[in-house]
C-alpha cells in the first residue's frame, strides 16, 4: 500500500530527525521507504536550491516559482515513480511550506502560492502530514551556526510562519497531524510510527 507522508515545521523544528527515525522503523517492518525533501530533492532540484538558498537576492516571486518547479521536478520524477512501486514517501516539506513561507511570511498571498503549487503538483496531495511545533526562538536557537538565506530571517518571520501553518491546520483538521516538537526525539518518533501504522492496518 502505497502512502505520500509529508514533515511540516519551522526551521530546526527536527524534521530530518524524525524522517530518519521512523523510515528506519518502517524499514524494519519491510516496507519500502523512499525518502523525499524540498527543495533539493532531485539533481535538477539542487541546482535549484543552491540558486534559492545560496545564490543573489531574489523577489519573492521568483522565490515561489523556484520552489514551485523543484517540487514540480519531485513530484514528476521522484514521488509519483515510488507511489506508482507502492513505497511509502516521507518528504521533509512540501507545498504547505511555501503557503507559510512565501504565502503568509513573504505576503504573496497564501491563495495564489496555493494555486500555484496545485498546478505544479498537478494536484498530489498528501496522505497525512506530521507538522512539529516547536517555538520559532527554540527552532532558531537549535539552528544556530548553520543559518543559511531564510533561516537568516530572524525571529518575526518564523513566528509569521508558524502562525500560517496554524490556519493551515485549521483548515484540514484530518490531513494534519499536530506532534510536539519540544520532547525527546525517540518519544515523538514513536508517535509518528504509531500514525503511520495505524494507517498501513486494514
Ligand atoms: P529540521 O530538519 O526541521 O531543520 P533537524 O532534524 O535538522 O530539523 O534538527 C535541527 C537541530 O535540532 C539538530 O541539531 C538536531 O540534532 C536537533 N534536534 C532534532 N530533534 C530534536 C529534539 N526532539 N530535541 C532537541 N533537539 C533536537
Ligand atoms: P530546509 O532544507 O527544509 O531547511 P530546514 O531543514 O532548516 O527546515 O528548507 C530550507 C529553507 O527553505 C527553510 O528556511 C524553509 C524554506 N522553504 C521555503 O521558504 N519554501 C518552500 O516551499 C520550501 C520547501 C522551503
Known sequence: ????????????????????????????????????????????????????????????????????????????????????????????????SSIAYQGAARSLGTEEVARLNAWATGGLVPDRTFYLDVSAEAGLERMRGEHDRLESEGVDFQRRVREQYRALIAAEPDRFV????ERPAEEIAADIYGGIARMLTP
Open 178 to 181: 499536530v506532534i510536539d516538537g
Open 1 to 96: 500500500m502505497s502512502l505520500f507522508i509529508t514533515f511540516e515545521g519551522g526551521d530546526g523544528s527536527g524534521k530530518s530527525t524524525q524522517i530518519e527515525l521512523v523510515a528506519k522503523a518502517l524499514r524494519a517492518d519491510g516496507h519500502e521507504v523512499v525518502l523525499g525533501r524540498e527543495p533539493g530533492g532531485t539533481p535538477v532540484g539542487r541546482e535549484i536550491r543552491r540558486v534559492l538558498l545560496h545564490g543573489e537576492h531574489l523577489s519573492g516571486r521568483t522565490e515561489a516559482l523556484l520552489f514551485a518547479a523543484d517540487r514540480s521536478h519531485h513530484v514528476d520524477t521522484h514521488i509519483l515513480p515510488a507511489l506508482k512501486r507502492g513505497a511509502i514517501v516521507l518528504s521533509d516539506r512540501y507545498y504547505d
